[in-house]
């Protein structure tokens, strides 16, 4: 394995060596080195150097131009306008960079980063014996890239599922379940999700009913939740029987997601019952939180409700009764004392950016995040319907998140369908890429937005084989596979020594950009960063098809070679760049 810089670094640290050389009075410099529609790059950084060296920028600019290693990298170099420099490479230079890329098997050249941390990411977080629906889906595609794109650059992962698995419903089904043994039992041997989801479903709408309607019942409720609380072992039993059934149904949805979820990762409320009186104590004793009107809270100077009065933090209440804050600070104790995180993040709905930035702030008072181990809320917007409102069915319900992904894959397969005679698809393909192509439509629309913002949910638009969807990219890479299955004894090989079309060196710079873009989007936690990337790639190749044919008679042999080199090149960095969002590139389509 071994990492390959890319030309745009290599350029910028042959044009900062210039600029040193030339300029010694400069210090160090930045030659601000960007992509241009000029040239491959331009170079501004030599205006400010100018004003600071009070010279003329247009003359700096040739003693750095004359500081450059001649050859290799750098075909041609212009001095544009006030001191621009418009820099372009060699073709030698980018077909080797590529051929060192393709060398390094999946990673592509893409560089390990040097010094590692471990981040906790905590995302897709369903709630024990309730259905999910679509307000789940954001933070289990947006969570499972995020994970698949550190863990690729080299960073140590954690992954948690913090599930409501706890709460005062609990004594309500616990007390069903306890006078209705036989509610939860599934007909046949193996409980599928759906049977899961239908026991469920049925004991927690009994048991609401009951509870509603029967005073007698609710007390008796109420007791068990005390007991819960207490660990009485009968009631501890009962509630992992809910854990568990529930946990059925969960992992048949996150595979319909085409996602895995283990379950040792998930540890959920429940998992910090036993250290909550400890870290009430703690806020209390070092000052953090105070006694107000009897419940324990933390208050803050920028937090104020509609009447101006402080609004804060509640840690305890005062029944003491445990609030979400009071789990979620404890949380953060375990993940950065017992896991040793230097990073937590939090893939969570946007409406709760109030309390989460209150629990941070809590957490830094407390000592347990500092300048070495920060927490980061990465906030997710609102999947809306075509009519722009939150999305429901017409009934006003939200949707149920299973029934969304078995209607994309049910529109997915007929447009797979209509294709599948020409590329002659058995049956049995037609439904697998049919799933490929509705699950990957549903995760590119929600991962090809930028997380903070809404967005519409439209699945003619997500299906659909042009514009910026899954199904574009998915038959980019299908696309090249056919051409390769095609070439016969024509193999992949770079040659360097050619002179590269407008359209081929346009796609070589682009495959090059594939190791800084991922850098980009795990420093920023961007997904989005990379669909576009990928679907930039996608564009790159079709007008390459229009103006650079690859198999023909015509071409020389080591010309079919170079651009078989570039298109297979383009496929792997398609399926990899896919695969780190959680999306699948058949091979046939």
Known sequence: MASVPSLASTLQQQLADALTAALPDAGTADPLLRRSDRADFQANGILALAKKLKGNPRELASQVTAALPAGGLIKEIEVSGPGFLNITLTDRAIVETLAARAADGDRLGVPLKSSAGTTVVDYA??????????????????????????????????????????????????????????????????????????????????????FDSDEEFKARSRDRVVALQAGEPETLAHWQRFVDESKIYFYSVFD???MVIDDPDIVGESGYNDMLEETCRILEET?????????????????????????PLIVKKTNGGYGYAATDLSAIRDRVQGLKADTLVYVVDARQSLHFKMVFETARRAGWLNDDVKAHQLAFGTVL??????????????????????????????????????????????????????????????????AVRDYKFDLDQMVSLNGDTSVYLQYAYARIRSILRKAGDAKPAAHPELELAPAERALGLHLDQFGGVLEEVAEGYEPHKLAAYLYQLASHLTTFYDQCQVLSDENPAEV?????????LTARTLHQGMKLLGIRTPERL
């Open 125 to 210: 977080q369903p709630n024990v014996a309730k259905e999910m629906h679509v307000g789940h889906l954001r933070s289990a595609v947006i969570g499972d890239a995020v994970v698949q794109i550190l863990e690729f650059t080299g960073e140590n992962v954690v992954r948690r599922h913090h599930i409501g698995d706890w709460g005062t419903q609990f004594g309500m089904l616990i007390q069903y379940l306890l006078e209705h043994p036989d509610e939860l039992k599934h007909e046949g041997d193996q409980a599928d999700g759906e049977a899961a989801m239908s026991s469920l479903n049925r004991v927690y709408k009994a048991s609401r009913v009951l």
């Open 256 to 258: 319909k997601l085409d």
């Open 287 to 311: 000052g953090v939180a105070v006694r107000s009107e009897g419940a324990l809270c933390v208050f803050f100077d920028d937090v104020k409700g509609p009447d101006g009065n402080p609004v």
């Open 385 to 450: 319907g075509k009519d722009g409102k939150p999305f429901k069915t017409r009934e006003g319900v939200t949707v149920r998140l299973e029934d969304l992904l078995d209607e994309a894959v049910e529109r997915a397969t007929a447009v797979v369908r209509e294709k599948a005679e020409k590329v002659g698809l058995s049956e049995d393909e037609i439904v697998e890429n049919g799933r490929y192509v509705g699950v990957g439509a549903v995760k590119y629309a929600d991962l090809s937005t930028s």
């Open 560 to 568: 079919v070679e170079n651009r078989l080199f570039l298109v297979e």
